[in-house]
């Protein structure tokens, strides 16, 4: 049982005591006084009813008889002090909720704290009040261990659900919190009980207790309170007709020698533990660990005779080699094959500590961050500076998404990458030192023997420190380059700054490491591949045919052009088709850009989305290949997400956000004269595809009213929801049961870029 609320102003002698310091009573509120105030407290709203439970409780309980001590002395104790507490708030009014109360979060927490069932608030007053163990909280509320720790796995799954007002410049200060503040924020004496609050409780559960002690604090003990409450209790010690009965003293010493055999056979297996512990300690200490690069035996390090099962294997394993990570990221995309221009510079910086903490910065080289990617408390959090928007959700805990979908997660998560699962082969090609690490690199071959990208491992952790990928149909455009610049690991707090500029956006200074105190702009790229060859520009002949052609989009060389924040939709290029010149256009960045080509090939729709370093520009644009020149815009007041040609290339489904009081949902659009039609209304609606015959259109998305996203098809003529799915089943082939499923289509499906709408049309 925790002795958090202990008062240490009743260690003193209080005035005119006799003696106090042998006054088994004193001893009595020394202990128990504090902790029994509260949970009236708790219950009741009235300190002054909380006094009189307190006093009333410790003065029945025969302060002569040393019962009390006892570990089931004192569960009876406390159950009675809940059963006072709930005769009392029963018969009264004093039990209500605050009258008072805070915003945001903490006001949140106190309307749900207030609403739940008594049992409910009994246990989590006595675990996150008065930080009892569960094993503590079960015995005196009289239910099993198990009962317990389940209804606190609802307490969790609840507290998540709290709102945050601005979950990453108001994230609390104790998420990321060493020993030493938890220490400070559960007032737990000792190394022990803060390794204790450690293990215990994840950092949501901390700023529950925090906000919980808050509402209901120890009692203030000063010198003369200290002595008014002693002889209070002493008064009431002479006025108890029924004091407390405690279990006698055979039935103590029985349990006593129970607990006797007990801790000798704990000592034994505790033992035989501590000399298997020493064995491995000592085999640990013998070895060099993997976070200094150095070989162990349990270790065996990747060479270039590594096979792929071996590579794999390492992967797999690869985050029980570590414990946490700093890491600095620089990449360089050089576009899609379909792409010529000057290249996008991004930055990511992250630290991870296993198994449920991650902060992620990134944003463009040499810029500020753009966007911001938070896990504590089970919960993610994500501000993107660049649409000013914020968004909160439960974490599913699964380790790999500590790190958001991307390239660094594929680099520091190697087993969630791709090259993981596809079939393919890997080729020798050199050993490299890289930010301090000594790494293996291999060409990544797919099935048909081209090399899709080079991966350069670290030989113990198996963490991609260098990815180079390449596209185009025979695999020799280098597309990519990601480097880490910089990686530390068994770093258990985060680096300060790097919390500072989560919160504030603020680059940081530093005269050590600073890549790794804060996100600090960089001045030149880490690797830079000279621009690729432009087109020369040889207009198409008249009446070309260019509805099967291969396009080429041109941009300027110019890195403010290819590194822009705003107008990502209406950058300036040029058009060719199959090498021929078509004209001028405004087109979208290849890096955030949705695209699609009408299946007859002589139309190309188009918007963009945030990659997090610029805003999304969700406008619907298309233009006709032959006259690249004349954008038109669709769905003015909307933000659209996806959308898809008919196939007969007249008309375009678009779902997304809408503005100015218009619902959300599927649109169909005509395009000769841009009339719109609301089909349906759904919410994050995505992967549009239409049935051959152009009547029906399948689509996921969430209906009004439900929580969960399901598989659609609606008649686009009447707007009959012909088939709905079971919310939440959305990924693998459609049931049999719809429509979609003798399509021949495949379905779900994700947005196009660049390089599909240069692709000539399927025939």
Request: charge should be neutral; glycine fraction near 6%; include cysteine.
């Amino acid at each position: 049982m925790s002795e958090t609320n202990k008062s240490p102003a009743l260690d003193a002698k209080p005035p005119g005591a006799n003696d106090p310091a042998n006054d088994p009573l004193l001893d009595l509120l020394r202990d128990h006084y504090a902790p029994i105030f509260q949970l009236a407290l708790a219950f009741l709203d009235s300190p002054a009813a909380a006094r009189r439970i307190g006093l009333r409780i410790l003065a029945a309980a025969q302060p002569e008889n040393e019962a009390w001590r006892t570990p089931r002395g004192r569960n009876k104790l406390y159950a009675a002090a809940l059963k006072e507490t709930q005769r009392i708030s029963q018969r009264s009014s004093l039990s209500q909720p605050s009258a008072t109360q805070p915003a945001g979060f903490t006001a949140s927490l106190w309307r749900m704290v207030d609403a739940w069932d008594l049992r409910e608030r009994q246990l989590c007053v006595l675990y996150y009040v008065l930080g009892w163990s569960a094993d503590d909280a079960a015995k005196v509320l009289g239910v099993s261990v198990g009962a317990v720790q389940a209804q606190l796995d609802i307490f969790r799954r609840r507290f998540a659900t709290l709102p945050e007002q601005d979950p990453i410049e108001d994230l609390p200060t104790e998420t990321f919190a060493t020993a030493e503040q938890l220490n400070d924020h559960l007032a737990l004496p000792g190394e022990a009980a803060q390794q204790a609050a450690i293990k215990r409780y994840n950092p949501l559960e901390i700023r529950v207790a925090r906000s919980l002690r808050q509402r209901w604090p120890a009692p203030p003990m000063g010198s003369a309170e200290a002595q008014a409450l002693l002889e209070e209790a002493r008064q009431l010690t002479k006025q108890i007709t029924r004091p407390l009965q405690f279990p006698p003293g055979r039935v103590a010493w029985a349990v006593g020698a129970v607990a006797a055999l007990l801790f000798v056979l704990l000592v034994g297996g505790l033992a035989i533990f501590w000399i298997a512990g020493r064995g491995n300690a000592r085999q640990s200490a013998s070895s060099p660990s993997v976070a200094q690069g150095l070989p162990t035996p349990e270790v065996r390090p990747l060479t270039r005779r590594s096979s792929l099962e071996d590579i794999r294997r390492r992967w797999q394993e690869s985050t029980s080699l570590w414990r946490s990570l700093t890491v600095d990221v620089q990449s360089i995309r050089y576009g899609p094959a379909s792409y010529i221009g000057a290249p996008r510079a991004y930055r990511a910086q992250a630290w991870i500590l296993l198994p449920d903490q991650s902060i992620q910065l990134t944003g463009l080289l040499s810029q500020p961050i753009g966007k911001v990617d938070v896990i504590a408390g089970q919960r993610r959090f994500t501000r993107n500076y660049a649409n000013n928007s914020t968004f909160s959700e439960l974490w599913n805990g699964d380790v790999d998404e500590l790190l958001p979908e991307g390239i660094l997660r594929a680099m520091i998560f190697p087993a969630t990458s791709s090259w993981a699962a596809r079939d393919g082969a890997v080729r020798p090609a050199e050993n490299a030192q890289i930010a301090g690490r000594s790494a293996v690199a291999f060409d990544w071959l797919n099935s048909e023997g081209q090399r899709e990208a080079r991966l350069w491992l670290d030989v113990y952790t198996g963490i991609l420190l260098r990815v180079e990928i390449y596209t185009g149909a025979d695999f020799q455009t280098l597309e990519s380059i990601s480097l880490i610049t910089e990686i530390a690991f068994d770093r258990q707090e985060p680096p300060p700054a790097l919390v500072i500029a989560a919160r504030q956006r603020q680059s940081m200074t530093s005269d050590v490491n600073p890549s790794l105190l804060g996100y600090l702009p960089t001045a030149t790229p880490v690797h830079t591949m000279p621009p690729r060859k432009p087109l020369p520009m040889d207009a198409a002949s008249v009446g070309m045919d260019v509805s099967r052609s291969q396009l080429i989009f041109q941009f300027p060389n110019d890195p403010t052009i290819s590194n822009a924040q705003v107008n990502t939709a209406s950058a300036p290029a040029e058009l060719f088709a199959d090498g021929y010149w078509l004209g001028s256009l405004k087109f979208g960045l290849p890096w955030m850009l949705r695209c699609q080509r009408s299946p007859d090939g002589r139309r190309l729709a188009f918007n963009t989305f945030s990659d997090g370093s610029a805003p999304e520009d969700g406008i619907l644009r298309w233009f006709n290949i032959n006259d690249p020149s004349r954008i038109y815009q669709l769905l003015p007041e909307m933000s659209v997400t996806a959308f898809a040609f008919s196939p007969d290339s007249l008309r375009l489904a678009a779902a997304g956000s809408a503005r100015n009081g218009q619902p959300d949902g599927l649109y169909v659009v005509e395009i000769a004269t841009g009339e719109a039609d609301f089909i349906l209304e759904a919410h994050e609606a995505y992967s549009l595809v239409w049935s051959a015959d152009g009547e029906f259109i399948a689509l996921i998305g969430r209906l009004p009213g439900e929580t969960a996203p399901a598989m659609l098809v609606v008649h686009v003529r009447t707007h009959h929801l012909a088939f709905r799915g079971i919310p939440g089943q959305v990924s693998g082939a459609p049931p049999p049961t719809s429509s979609v499923s003798s399509w021949g289509v495949e379905f779900p499906v994700s947005m196009g870029g660049m390089d599909e709408c240069a692709a000539p049309p399927a025939r």
